[in-house]
C-alpha cells in the first residue's frame, strides 16, 4: 500500500543562481524551510546554471541579473530554449529598466527585487511554477511606460476590431484592467475599487480567460494596442 495521500502536493524544484555565495546559500537555506519548496541546488553564474539545468531538473530557477561567466539575460534566453517549460524568476538589486525588459524578452516570468520578505518570495516561486507573472512593485511603472515601444514576446496577442467592452469585459474588469496598465499591484487596486484583493485576482483572472491572454503584462499591451488607454 502507497504511503502517500491522494491530495499530496508535490514540492517545487528550485536552483537558486546568484554570484554571491553567502547570498545564494542564505536563500536557499531560508526557502528550503518553507513549504512546497525542495532547493534542489545551487549555481553562481548563467553557465553553471544551464549545466545544472540539464542534471537536475528544476522546474523554477531564482536568478540574478549580473554576474561573471555568464548572465542572467544570456542564461535565461538559453535556458527558456532548451527546457522551455522551465519557469524563470529574475531576483535582483537591479530595477533599471533595461534589464527588467530584457529579462521579460528574454523569457523570464517575473522579476523581484532582493529585499522582498522571504514569505513572499516563495509564494512568488510558487505562483510562477503555476503560470502566474510576477512583477514588483517597484518595477512594474517602468515596465508599463516601456509597453507603447515594440516589445517582442513569445507568443503573438490577439487581434481584435472591436472594442473590448464589446468583447466580453464587464464594467469592473474594464476598471480593474485599466488599473493594471498603470502598474499597480493587486493589494492597491483593491484599495482603489473598495474590493478584495481576492475579488481583484478573480477579475484579473476572467480577464486573461477571456481576452485568451498568458498574463498580466499581455493584457497591459493587448489594452493598449486596441485603443482603450
Same mark, same amino acid.
Given at each position: ?16 543562481t546568484?554570484?554571491q ?6 536563500i ?5 524551510l518553507q ?7 545551487t ?8 549545466? #545544472? ?8 530557477i ?7 561567466v555568464m ?8 535556458? #527558456?530554449?532548451?527546457? &522551455? /517549460?522551465?519557469?524563470? $524568476?529574475?531576483?535582483?538589486?537591479f ?9 521579460l524578452?528574454?523569457?523570464? +516570468? =517575473?522579476?523581484l527585487? #532582493?529585499?522582498i520578505?522571504e ?9 510562477? %511554477? ?12 517602468k ?8 516589445? &517582442?514576446?513569445?507568443?503573438p496577442?490577439?487581434t481584435s476590431? +472591436?472594442?473590448? /467592452?464589446?468583447? =466580453?469585459?464587464?464594467? @469592473?474588469?474594464?476598471?480593474?484592467? #485599466?488599473?493594471?496598465?498603470?502598474g ?5 487596486i483593491?484599495?482603489? $475599487? ?8 478573480? %477579475? ?8 485568451g ?10 489594452? @493598449? ?5
Amino acid at each position: 500500500m502507497s504511503d502517500e495521500t491522494p491530495n499530496q502536493i508535490t514540492a517545487v524544484r528550485l536552483l537558486i543562481t546568484d554570484d554571491q555565495r553567502l547570498l545564494r546559500e542564505g536563500i536557499a537555506s531560508l526557502l528550503s524551510l518553507q513549504a512546497g519548496i525542495e532547493v534542489v541546488g545551487t549555481a553562481a553564474n548563467g553557465q553553471e546554471a544551464l549545466d #545544472k539545468t540539464q542534471t537536475l531538473k528544476p522546474e523554477v530557477i531564482l536568478m540574478d541579473v549580473r554576474m561573471p561567466v555568464m548572465d542572467g539575460v544570456a542564461a535565461t534566453t538559453l535556458i #527558456k530554449r532548451q527546457f &522551455p /517549460a522551465c519557469q524563470i $524568476l529574475m531576483l535582483t538589486t537591479f530595477d533599471d529598466e533595461e534589464y527588467v525588459i530584457e529579462a521579460l524578452k528574454a523569457g523570464a +516570468s =517575473g522579476y523581484l527585487l #532582493k529585499t522582498i520578505p522571504e514569505d513572499d518570495l516563495a509564494q512568488a516561486i510558487i505562483a510562477v %511554477h503555476k503560470g502566474i507573472y510576477q512583477l514588483d512593485p517597484a518595477v512594474a511603472q517602468k515596465v508599463v511606460a516601456s509597453l507603447g515601444k515594440a516589445m &517582442p514576446l513569445q507568443q503573438p496577442l490577439p487581434t481584435s476590431n +472591436s472594442s473590448l /467592452a464589446s468583447g =466580453g469585459l464587464t464594467e @469592473r474588469e474594464l476598471e480593474v484592467l #485599466k488599473l493594471t496598465s498603470q502598474g499597480l499591484s493587486n493589494g492597491e487596486i483593491a484599495r482603489k $475599487l473598495s474590493i478584495s484583493e481576492g475579488t481583484v485576482k478573480n %477579475h484579473i483572472s476572467n480577464i486573461l480567460s477571456r481576452l485568451g491572454l498568458r498574463d498580466r503584462i499581455q493584457a497591459i499591451i493587448y489594452a @493598449r494596442e486596441n485603443g482603450l488607454f
